[in-house]
């Protein structure tokens, strides 16, 4: 995924033992609108001149996510990636392959199949997640114009 820079100091408040290294991981999420992995909101602490460890940047994203604050998906790779959530309400994403970008999405559709499913199979307090990966008309418009081009 392609990344932007991150600058700036306003962060929300991170739950757990408020320190200047997890506020410096806590505004660098309030900044960005795509996922971002723990390694490369580490390098761009390290290149603002924030002397924050990795693994400190993964507690305190473990943290955010354990409170409900980030949201977190997996990488066709694997890896996991966080993004500040601008909704406490369950919701999806829609996630682009190419520059990251993630658009928050409501499946009414996608909750009724989950709660049908959990019914007809005996389950109760179910909890999923979907994320959908495509491309945006952005990353889409570049690639169609830079092969027009050739």
């Keep these: 995924m392609a990344t932007a820079p991150i600058s700036g100091t306003n962060a929300a408040p991170v739950r757990g033992r408020s320190t200047r290294q997890r506020a410096?991981?806590?505004a660098a999420?309030?900044?960005v609108d795509e996922f971002r992995s723990a390694q490369d909101l580490?390098?761009?602490?390290?290149?603002?001149g924030d002397s924050v460890g990795l693994?400190?940047?993964y507690r305190t994203l473990q943290s955010l996510a354990d409170a409900?604050?980030?949201d977190v998906l997996r990488?066709?790779?694997?890896?996991a990636v966080y993004r500040r959530c601008s909704t406490g309400d369950h919701h999806h994403h829609l996630v682009c392959r190419v520059c990251g970008k993630a658009v928050e999405v409501e499946g009414p559709?996608?909750?009724?199949w989950a709660e049908t499913i959990a019914s007809q199979h005996?389950?109760?307090n179910v909890a999923h997640t979907v994320e959908i990966f495509g491309t945006c008309s952005d990353c889409a418009g570049a690639k169609d114009r830079a092969a027009s081009e050739d």
Excluded: I, N, P
């Design 24 to 26: 410096a991981v806590a």
């Design 29 to 31: 999420l309030d900044e």
């Design 42 to 48: 580490h390098d761009v602490l390290k290149h603002r």
């Design 55 to 57: 693994t400190t940047v």
């Design 68 to 70: 409900g604050e980030v």
């Design 75 to 79: 990488t066709t790779d694997g890896e």
């Design 109 to 112: 559709a996608v909750e009724q």
């Design 122 to 124: 005996g389950y109760v």
